[in-house]
């Protein structure tokens, strides 16, 4: 089975910190995603990736960067945290075959004081 | 831009009774994925459908994909308590990355 590996899964950081959200996955795979869900909102896409160094904007990349320099590993940058960004944040890695679709990580609680 | 529509949005029910989760698209797909999240944890995939008129079945949850009408429904039989959870469907976004696209999710509550 696919893993995807969050690395925190409760963050509480300061207003104004770099916050870095580590993703890994152990499947070899190409497309990798990173997502907030917040309450009423659902999920909404914030980057992805589709190869090593290679990124494209999601629908909220503002406050955001990612950082893709091995293949299996994607992290999200909080540049200057604020909290606005207090959210649910996931992870996934795209799974071919028959099943397709998402496999997602553990998930990232990230509250910013 | 495609858009993706669950109803209800919230559902509370007796254990044994059915229901069904509609999950509605603006543009044509020809994947949708259902997927399950309990309360603080992760997605968890339960279905992918592929085609046209597929349908998928496990335990009491079955799944079905009518791409012609843009809709699929999630299908409930005789719930119990352990089917609480949010549910989504999501379905493939525009562009060849495979970006998907969620429904706000339906979050189920079976009551004894």
């Known amino acids: 089975d696919v893993k995807v590996t969050q690395s925190s899964r409760y963050l509480v950081k300061r207003t104004g910190e770099k916050v870095f959200l580590e993703c890994v996955q152990d499947?070899?795979?190409?497309?990798m995603f990173w997502y907030r869900q917040d309450p009423g909102l659902g999920l909404r896409l914030i980057y992805f990736s589709y190869d090593v160094k290679m990124k494209e904007k999601g629908d909220i990349p503002e406050g955001y960067s990612v950082s893709r320099e091995k293949k299996e590993r994607f992290s999200l940058i909080l540049e200057s945290a604020s909290t606005n960004q207090t959210s649910m944040y996931l992870c996934a890695s795209l799974t071919g075959g028959t099943k397709g679709g998402y496999t997602f990580g553990s998930g990232t609680r990230l509250t910013v004081v | 831009e495609l858009k993706v529509e669950q109803n209800p949005l919230f559902l509370s029910m007796q254990e044994g009774k059915n229901y069904t989760i509609y999950c509605n698209y603006s543009?044509?797909?020809?994947?949708l994925y259902w997927y399950r999240q309990d309360p603080g944890k992760s997605l968890e995939s339960l279905f992918v459908l592929l085609s046209n008129g597929a349908v998928k079945q496990e335990g009491r949850l079955m799944a079905s994909l009518d791409t012609k009408a843009r809709l699929s429904t999630l299908h409930i039989t005789a719930a119990v308590h352990d089917l609480s959870a949010t549910y989504f469907c999501a379905v493939v976004g525009g562009g060849s990355q495979g970006n998907l696209i969620f429904g706000k999710g339906t979050k189920l509550s079976v009551k004894p």
């Open positions: 499947m070899d795979h190409e497309n």
């Open positions: 543009t044509t797909s020809d994947r």
